[in-house]
């Protein structure tokens, strides 16, 4: 994947050590009124820097934004998957205070960096997989985001344009009737209660 890095809006500065770039969306069916599991991310071309390196550039949040009309049916952390690379979430994942599922139209994960260099997001891809409700009409803006948002800010990171913010990946929707790109799935054991929850694959299969 060649390295990009996304703006949302002109203004925005370019933060030259978040070396990252957006996965291809791939979902289970694209049928109208029916239920989908979607899978997205990112990839860390680099590892993310650590906070004696660039303090102004860390990521502690990752806001999922569905395009309008979509609703994601995520009722408990059990229905949304963490795939593939380890991330530091907040809490242990048996609690679940790392997943924000309240709002049908985003998803919030919450990550437990220290910001130094063992707690930083390694090279590596970090995906999601949760279902939603494919909806009809689609909507004519039909692009999904994937935001990285930084530590600190009071009520986290709840829409593209909050100043938590620090990069936006837009990622295009499909259309009825079309369907994913094919990838494969190799589901991995690990340790303790981690191991119902993660898979370790870098390109699901549906």
């Known amino acids: 994947l060649e390295f ?11 933060y ?5 770039g957006p996965l291809p969306l791939q979902w289970t ?5 029916r239920s989908s599991i979607i899978t997205i991310g990112f990839e860390c071309i680099d590892p993310f820097p650590d906070i004696v390196v660039a303090p102004n550039q860390q990521i502690n949040e990752v806001l999922i934004t569905l395009p309008v009309g979509f609703q994601h049916l995520v009722s408990s952390p059990q229905d949304f998957t963490l795939v ?19 709002q049908k139209d985003r998803l919030r994960i919450m990550m ?11 090279v590596g891809r970090y995906q999601f997989r949760f279902p939603v409700l494919v909806p009809s009409p689609l909507p004519v803006f039909n692009v999904w ?5 930084k530590p600190n800010y009071p009520g ?7 100043p938590a913010v620090l990069i936006n990946f837009a990622i295009p929707g499909f259309d ?3 369907a994913s790109p094919v990838a494969r799935v190799e589901p991995v054991a690990e340790a303790g209660d981690r191991k119902s929850t993660r898979l370790n694959s870098s390109h699901p299969r549906y």
């Open 4 to 14: 990009r890095r996304v703006l949302f809006r002109s203004g925005r500065p370019i």
């Open 156 to 162: 986290g990171c709840q829409r593209l344009t909050d």
């Open 29 to 33: 069916s694209s049928k109208a009124l």
């Open 112 to 122: 437990n960096l220290n910001r130094t260099s063992w707690t930083t997001l390694k």
């Open 84 to 102: 593939n690379e380890e991330m530091p979430l907040k809490g242990s994942l048996a609690e679940g205070l790392w997943l924000d599922f309240m």
């Open 145 to 149: 985001h994937v935001s990285l948002c």
């Open 176 to 178: 009825i009737g079309e």
């Open 16 to 20: 030259e050590k978040l070396k990252s």
